[in-house]
């Protein structure tokens, strides 16, 4: 199975930069995946990483380093829509995501 | 544009009711996913299937089944709902690099 660890909560100010890490413990590593959910709603792909290194989509950016378990989400230019939870999920080599609880992050102006 | 559709947003039932939440994508996955979201818990597996009239066993499985007759449908059946199901439940399926999640269904039982 997946263990994945991520800070419940963080709070940064507007046009900011947030990272958000993950650390997993894992038994078959196929892909680390980010997603936004805000409140009510379904959750949102954000990124995915297969291959160390840095992944980059405009004000997002998601690192991974699997030799150290770990991940971590770059926002960047804080905006207050980007109030929300983060989800890191792993995924194993039978396709199933085991996720995080989730970081609320909440932007103020 | 991908879809992951869910017959309802909202659901109201009583105890003891027989529930069927019905999921549809439209991007011809093999690999389709139910999960349970609670506030401190995340997001919990139930159940999933790799292909038609295949399923597995997720983390949390007691209580519900499953069925998948065709390729886009995937159903999770409440065999007799119980208030500790209430919850919003999560259809999702996946391509190679992502998972689609649908809008999902809050489930009350009352």
């Known amino acids: 199975g997946q263990n994945i660890d991520q800070p419940t909560e963080m709070t940064a100010t507007e046009g900011a930069i947030v990272q958000i890490n993950c650390t997993y413990q894992t038994s078959g590593f196929n892909g680390l995946f980010w997603y936004q959910q805000h409140a009510g709603e379904a959750p949102t792909f954000l990124s995915y990483n297969v291959l160390d290194g840095l992944e980059e989509k405009g004000r997002f950016s998601s690192f991974l380093s699997r030799s150290k378990g770990y991940s971590y989400l770059l926002l960047k230019e804080l905006q207050m829509k980007d109030s929300a939870s983060y989800l890191c999920?792993?995924?194993?080599?039978?396709?199933?995501?085991?996720f995080g609880a989730g970081t609320t992050v909440t932007v103020r102006a | 544009d991908v879809k992951v559709t869910q017959s309802s947003r909202y659901l109201v039932k009583r105890t003891g009711e027989k529930v069927f939440l019905e999921c549809v994508q439209d991007?011809?996955?093999?690999?389709m996913f139910w999960y349970r979201q609670d506030p401190g818990l995340g997001l919990r597996l139930i159940y999933f299937s790799y292909d038609v009239k295949m399923k597995e066993k997720g983390d949390i499985p007691e209580g519900y089944s499953v069925s998948r007759e065709k390729k886009e449908r995937f159903s999770l059946i409440l065999e007799s709902a119980s208030t500790n199901q209430t919850s919003m439940y999560l259809c999702?399926?996946?391509?190679?690099?992502?998972?689609?999640f649908g809008p999902g269904t809050r489930l009350t039982v009352l």
């Open positions: 999702a399926s996946n391509s190679a690099d992502t998972q689609y």
């Open positions: 991007m011809d996955h093999e690999n």
């Open positions: 999920a792993v995924r194993s080599n039978d396709y199933k995501l085991s």
